[in-house]
Nanobody, 124 residues
Framework: QVQLVESGGGLVQPGGSLRLSCTASGFTFSTFSNYVMSWYRQAPGKERDLVAR????????NYADAVKGRFTISRDNAKNTVYLQMNSLKPDDTAVYYC??????????????WGQGTQVTVSS
């Protein structure tokens, strides 16, 4: 089974930066490059919301309005890793951040995988 492991979370002061990493493993009938990769986040009592998404070849990205201009998603298919660079962090960014891998066949989603999440806390 495909496994996703996030890392890089922690405690940071407002205005600070963090870089999250998500490394995938366990591919059997697919490769990392088959997957659209996304970062989601979930604050206590809230739904899990999309933060950023990147296509299989890294050629296209999209971001939630709340993070545009501050966060950057990128991927390194050779390392089976997707990153989320988070700058100018705000207290409202506090959440558990989850990595998601969405295997696509054309425009069809075949299977989703989730990481265990990494806590990001922005506080003074």
């Amino acid at each position: 089974q495909v496994q996703l492991v996030e890392s890089g979370g922690g405690l940071v002061q407002p205005g600070g930066s963090l870089r999250l990493s998500c490394t995938a493993s366990g591919f059997t009938f697919s490769t990392f490059s088959n997957y659209v990769m996304s970062w989601y986040r979930q604050a206590p009592g809230k739904e899990r919301d999309l933060v950023a998404r990147i296509t299989s070849d890294g050629g296209s990205t999209n971001y939630a309005d709340a993070v545009k201009g501050r966060f950057t998603i990128s991927r390194d298919n050779a390392k089976n890793t997707v990153y989320l660079q988070m700058n100018s962090l705000k207290p409202d960014d506090t959440a558990v951040y989850y990595c998601n891998a969405d295997r696509r066949f054309g425009s069809i989603s075949l299977k989703n995988h989730w990481g265990q999440g990494t806590q990001v806390t922005v506080s003074s």
